[in-house]
């Protein structure tokens, strides 16, 4: 089970951080997905300002400042509440979602429960929600795949010292060995450099398997070279995109067209769930 999660509420996204054994939810974008405020940071200064103006209490208090995925792709700190703090914030919130986002958050609990006992539920889920985004069966397959690898490329750089703000960094060298391009390069070609959206929910599948392979290489020679600290890593990460950019190069040869299109395998996905309700 992933540390970080993106959870969607009528369509949209709530970033989620599992910590000490609870989900912790962003506040701004429940703020945002209740409210539609075009200024949730803004709102939710105005909330506590007011809450505290007329019963004395300061939200903040039942809040963390947790580090999440921010829309420019580094991990940042925002406030957070566990299930029992978001249920008190949204009391303050004027809302007719009140009600669905509170059966929400239970439903949300009662799945992790579950995929603590049983984590294959886990990759059940993250199949159906893409199922129901309208990706193909083959793209679901390369995902999940890249999902488990990605994870366990994650958990070596933890064990070998590398900290959450080094992860960004250490991806950054294997798309710009393996690709050319660093991440943000990567989002503006996909057109998400400005969204929260996962990179990799817009490659397609060649994308998703090379990255794929880079990481599962990585992973191997960190282990091989019991590699540890950011810089180790680093050269082995640098290393692990050197062979797979060789091998881009070579199947761009092969078959006429570079690997990395513009193209956004989410919206091609989303075209195709549209086209396949309409018949």
């Known amino acids: 089970m992933q540390e970080n999660k993106l959870a969607l509420f ?18 701004v ?6 409210t539609d405020s075009k200024d ?53 919130i004027p ?6 986002f509170k059966l929400w958050l239970a439903q949300v609990g009662s799945e992790r ?12 889920r993250a199949k159906e929600t893409y199922i129901r985004k309208g990706y193909e069966d083959t793209w679901i397959a390369q995902r999940l795949k890249s999902i488990d690898s990605r994870k366990e490329l994650t958990d070596t750089w933890k064990e070998r010292g590398a900290k959450n703000r080094d992860y960004a960094i250490l991806t950054d060298e294997i798309y710009k ?21 996962n990179l990799r929910d817009s490659m397609g599948k060649l994308e998703l398997a090379i990255t794929n392979l880079a990481e599962v290489t990585a992973n191997e020679m960190h282990n091989t070279n019991n590699s540890f600290g950011l810089e180790e890593l680093k050269d082995d990460v640098k290393e692990a995109g050197k062979i797979t950019g ?9 078959i006429g067209k570079k690997v990395v299109e513009k193209t956004n395998y989410k919206d091609l996905a ?3 769930l549209k086209q396949i309700k309409n018949n």
Not at 113 to 124: F, H, Q
């Open 246 to 254: 060789k091998a881009r190069k070579e199947i761009e040869e092969k």
């Open 95 to 100: 809302s007719p979602k009140a009600e669905p």
């Open 29 to 34: 974008d429940i703020i945002f997905a209740l």
């Open 177 to 197: 060995s393996t690709f050319n391009v660093n991440t943000t390069q990567y989002k503006e070609l996909k057109g998400i450099n400005k969204t929260k959206r």
């Open 40 to 92: 949730p940071k803004d709102y939710w200064y105005k909330l506590k300002t007011r809450v505290n103006e007329e019963s004395k209490i300061e939200l903040s208090t039942i809040c963390r400042r947790l580090k999440l995925i921010a829309k420019d792709g580094k991990m940042r700190e925002t406030d957070c509440a566990d299930t029992k703090g978001i249920l008190r914030i949204i009391q303050s």
């Open 113 to 124: 429960l579950e995929e603590i006992v049983n984590p294959e539920l886990a990759i059940n």
């Open 10 to 27: 009528e369509e949209k996204e709530i970033r989620m951080k599992w910590y000490k054994d609870d989900w912790f939810y962003s506040v």
């Open 270 to 272: 989303s075209v195709q």
